[in-house]
């Protein structure tokens, strides 16, 4: 049967259809925006995280000009990629404000539809130029972040400083730094030395990360105490401002990519209008969270209440105590807005307005943009309360002002249970985490005696496997070398992974040669290794085969030590380290200097600091060798003035040394002299909290690839007599 010509077939569609082709035939104009606006911050030439280590790395050697120099990138380099994005997204906001007008004019829903999406789709073309064009590398993980977020950089600029002899610049650092860490000693006791120097002024110690809008409002407060009622007003006023512009900084970073937290993302199989529900109550909750974030002082542990109201609270008394009764009257109607019934604010608004006359006051209205704000933020809360009522997206209301009708009537109770919870826990991990760092301290004092109360010595759990070198053997606690961990077409196997997977400087930043010049690094991690299985890059059983030997490690270091809970992956890479043979003649470095994991390790002064940027979390680790066809590339144990060296271990295929993290256990790595030297590092934590992301999305994918039954993850128990346990038994 013939096809009737297109004009033919145009003819028998609607009407209705035929303008929505018209319509689609012209497809709505791009917006173009500018990427870089004047008074845009330029993008910097290095991520910040970068910056960060290049600054710690410097520390570790005291060249304090270079720690200076990037510390100060690095939190100018962080700024400026946040100040970007958040210019941006305004800009792109404005932009495309108008595109909407319409939708309300359309009958037709589907129309209607389609005009709301012509929105999204002009939005999202012009967020598109926001991002760097390499956005990955500006990305900071969230470990990092934590860091800029407990001010880290300026613990190391405070002692930079110090040694520069920059005292005053040292001062304000510290100060910066125990504004956010009140509970950190060492950091009170520098600040008591340098109020005590000569050249260090009062007004050195400030806060340079002090947020613009609190440090007016505590101005304005004390001003009000003080009775000076209109350097109360300037400063509260400048602190209303300055409130605005950081809650519409906030509310813009809130406008991420989904967050797959609590879902298991290879699971995930939202439809259309579920995937848009679940992001933007994600986002409205993040934007409601503004509230909290910007009441938020640093180093306390609750944000003061209702601090936007507040604001009009001390404004309505000092605009009386001023004499102005009109400005009075706004701020109490303003404050009104939120407390209807406060029976405080409304008898000085029937005063003020007795004064000023009925019908003078009665015209004033409360701030236009506090009502917009008002309204605005009952309607976030009114759908994200819905939403928890519906589809079981949980939503805490950060504010008490909200009325209750706004809250679906089951929900009232659940909320105010929920409300205070959270304040009892929040009360309670306080307490811990006091008793937490007593302690540590406790631990770290006792650390010399430790090793006495630790028990190893377990079985292997593993045929095949078996124990080289104990503690007692290696000099020292928590150490131990196994040998037939694996056989040597495994070790092959995994090396030509390692050649066809890994990539130059994996695991360190890009870098080929992070610990000395005169080795190239190459690493894999677990996840990506599977991936490139699944897309058929490498062999996916070989994949497979690296997945389950860093479990079999696992096991193995939990049985071995007799650990009572279990270990997670902190961080596992498969790495090898290859001779530069040009850069041999005359070296004198290691291939990895001493060092400590889970603490910064300063051998001069024979001690190792439990804080960031080291690792804190991780509690034992171990290497695994692929092969021992090299020159050099022993790994050994010293003392902690990292020179003694107390026991040293050749690699080979299929050996492991594993050892507790802490100070008990420096280690570093010889030269590596000639050929190539692989390995499967691997780093564990008994803190759940701190167990690697990665990690479970390699989990979710094994599961997904290999339908495995749980029981095929166990390891295959070596039956071994009660008498040859209790030979291998080593207390300490």
Known sequence: MALPPPFLLLLLLPPLLVALLARAATPPEPVSVPTLAPGDPPLPAQSADALFAAGA????????????????????????????????????ANATAGSAEGIESQ?????????FFRTLLRRAACLRGCGPAEPSRYRLSEEMDREFSRRSP?????????????PAQAAAAAHTFFVANPGHQEMRQNLEYYQAMVGVHEDDFTDLEAKPHLREFQLGVRFYTEEQPAAAILHLEKALEEYFVADTECRALCEGPYDYEGYNYLEYNADLFQAITDHSMQVLSCKQGCVTELASQPGLEKPLEDFLPSHFNYLQFAYYNNGNYEKAIECAKTYLLFFPHDEVMNQNLAYYTAVLGENLARPIQPREE??????????????????????GIPFVDPDTWTPEEVIPKRLREK??????????????????????????EEKAKE?????????????????????????????????????????????KELQRLTNAAASAGDGYRGKTSPHTPSETFYGVTVLKALKLGQEGKVPLHSAYLYYNVTEKVRHMMESYFRL??????????????????????????????????????????????????????????AILYLNGDFEGGAFYFTELDAKTETAEVQPQCGRAVGFSSGSENPHGVKAVTKGQRCAIALWFTLDPRHSERERVQADDLVKMLFSMEEEDLEPELEKESPGAIVVGKDEL
Request: neutral net charge; proline residues 3%; glycine residues 4%.
């Open 57 to 92: 790395e410097a520390y570790s050697r005291g060249d304090w000009p270079a720690v200076v120099l990037q510390m100060e990138r690095a939190l100018r380099a962080r700024a400026a990629v946040r100040s970007r994005l958040v210019r941006c997204r305004l800009r792109c």
């Open 107 to 115: 009958s037709d829903p589907v129309v209607r539809d389609l005009w």
């Open 564 to 621: 009572e809970v279990p270990l997670h992956f902190s961080y596992s890479h498969l790495v090898c380290r290859t001779a530069i043979d040009e850069k041999q003649e005359g070296r004198s470095d290691n291939s990895h200097e001493v060092h400590v994991d889970n603490c910064i390790l300063n051998a001069e002064a024979l001690v190792c600091v439990k804080e960031p940027p080291a690792y804190t979390f991780r509690d034992y680790s």
């Open 154 to 166: 300026y613990n190391y600029l405070q002692v930079a400083y110090f040694k520069m002899n920059r």
């Open 447 to 491: 650390s010399a005696d430790m090793s006495k109360f630790i028990r190893e010595g377990g079985p292997l759990v593993y045929k095949g496997a078996s124990v080289t070198m104990n503690s007692k053997a290696l000099n020292g606690s928590q150490r131990v070398v196994v040998d037939g961990v694996l056989s040597a077409e495994e070790c």
């Open 415 to 440: 909320q105010k249970v929920e409300r205070e919870t959270a304040a009892r826990i929040s009360e309670e991990i306080g307490n811990l985490m006091k008793e937490i760092e007593t302690l540590v």
């Open 370 to 391: 506090i009502q917009v704000y008002h309204q605005r933020s009952l309607m976030e809360k009114e759908l994200l309360f819905f939403s928890y009522d519906v589809f």
